[in-house]
C-alpha cells in the first residue's frame, strides 16, 4: 500500500499541530473575554448595590431629620431595616441610631420638638435596638456583639429586657442621664458588660431607678448597677 510522500506527510502534521495551537489560543481568548465580562459585571453589580445602599442610608437620614415626629419614627424604621438588609452598614446604622439618642432632650436646646412625641421616638429607638438583641447569634439579623455609643443620653424611659449583650460589642452609658423607669430585667450577658455606676440619677424618683433591675433578684456580673440602687 502506498504511503503519502514524507514531505506531504509532514506538512499535513504541521497544519495539525498549527490547528491545534489555535485552536487552544481561542479557547484562552474566550475564557479571558468570559473571565473579564463577569468581572465587569460583579463590578457593575457591586456598584448597584452600593448605590442602592447608599440611596436608602441617605432616604433614612431624611426621615429621621424631619421636623414631625411620625416620619421621625419612619426614619428609625428605616435604619433597622437597612441594618438588618446589610451587614455591612449594620454599625453605621446603629451608630446613627445611638447619635439620635445622644441629642439634647428635655432642655431648652430642644424645646422647638413636642416633648410628647420626641419620647414617643426616643422609645422607639431604644426598643428596635432591644428587639434586635434578642434575635440569636446564628440570626444573620442580629445587632449583637456590635457597639452601643450612649455617651451622655438622656433616658426618661426604656425597656431593653431580654436583650442579650456579648464580650463582643462595647456598650457605653458613661455620663449618661436617667430620669425615668428604664429596665433591663431578665437581660443576659454573655460576657458582655454594661456598667451604669456612673449614671447621672439626680432627677429620678429612687422608686423608679429600682426599675433597672428587678429588686430581690441577684444581679448578674455584666451588669454594674449604680450605687444609689443596688441591692
Known amino acids: 500500500m502506498l504511503g503519502r510522500p514524507t514531505g506531504v506527510q509532514e506538512r499535513l502534521d504541521a497544519v495539525k499541530v498549527v490547528l491545534t495551537v489555535v485552536g487552544g489560543v481561542g479557547a484562552v481568548v474566550a475564557l479571558t473575554v468570559a473571565y473579564r465580562r463577569q468581572r465587569l459585571n460583579e463590578v457593575d453589580s457591586h456598584r448597584e448595590d452600593a448605590k442602592v445602599l447608599l440611596d436608602r442610608y441617605a432616604k433614612a437620614a431624611e426621615l429621621l431629620g424631619a421636623p414631625d415626629a411620625s416620619v421621625r419614627v419612619a426614619g428609625v424604621y428605616a435604619f433597622a431595616a437597612l441594618a438588618n438588609d446589610a451587614p455591612e452598614a449594620r454599625q453605621g446604622c446603629i451608630d446613627v441610631l445611638c447619635a439620635y439618642l445622644r441629642q439634647p ?3 431648652a436646646d430642644a424645646a422647638q420638638r413636642d416633648p410628647g412625641q420626641e419620647r414617643h421616638v426616643r422609645l422607639t429607638v431604644i426598643r428596635l435596638i432591644r428587639d434586635n438583641l434578642h434575635l440569636a447569634d446564628d440570626d444573620p439579623r442580629t445587632w449583637r456583639g ?42 443576659a450577658f ?11 440619677l439626680s432627677g429620678v424618683d429612687p422608686e423608679s431607678a429600682v426599675e433597672l433591675w428587678p429588686a430581690g433578684v441577684s444581679v448578674p456580673q455584666g451588669l454594674r448597677l449604680p450605687d444609689a440602687v443596688r441591692g
Not at 443620653?153 to 428604664?182: E, K, M, N, Y
Request: aromatic letters at 14%; proline letters at 0%.
Open 105 to 107: 432632650y428635655g432642655t
Open 146 to 187: 456590635h457597639d452601643f455609643d450612649f455617651t451622655g443620653a438622656v433616658f426618661d424611659g426604656g425597656d431593653f429586657s431580654g436583650a442579650t449583650f456579648t464580650d463582643a460589642g462595647r456598650v457605653t452609658f458613661a455620663d449618661a442621664t436617667i430620669t425615668g423607669r428604664l429596665s433591663f430585667a431578665a437581660a
Open 190 to 200: 454573655a460576657g458582655g458588660v454594661v456598667d451604669l455606676s456612673g449614671v447621672d
